[in-house]
């Protein structure tokens, strides 16, 4: 009946002891593909999308020391609040352009261009007329 933020979701899946990823539904795969293979159509979402952000677990499960994310900034979409966790990410963008501030210092990336936040308080935006896409690397996984 309501739509919590990410950082309400984070509290709650804290206090219950459990990853934040087990508090969005997703769809079972297959016994013999389960922990191997996640079909385009089976991705976990993740998040609210309250700020622009749609993203979706690529990785099969939680299990590991990371987790790969895919991640759609829409147009005109911005960052709130900078993030700073103590995590390694890199990320690989796919389509459109993403503009990062990581360490105080600005960057804008493209297809192709690929990018690492290694401890340092980040924040983005795509303040372009196309959606940004890009695949995300996190360890240890945050979700």
Sequence with gaps: MSEPSISDL?????????PMSM?????????????YIVRAGARRPMGSGEEGLIEELLSPDL????EMVHSTFRPHSRMQVPADRPTQ????MIAGQL??????RSFT????????????AYQWANPYDVPAVAVWVIAPPVY
């Design 10 to 18: 984070r509290e709650i899946a804290k206090a219950l002891n459990v």
């Design 23 to 35: 508090l969005f539904a997703h769809s079972a795969a297959p016994a013999a593909e389960q922990g």
């Design 63 to 66: 299990t590991d020391d990371f």
């Design 89 to 92: 990410e890199v990320g690989y």
């Design 99 to 104: 503009d990062l501030v990581i360490g105080g």
């Design 109 to 120: 990336v493209g297809p192709g261009d690929s990018f690492r936040i290694k401890e340092e």
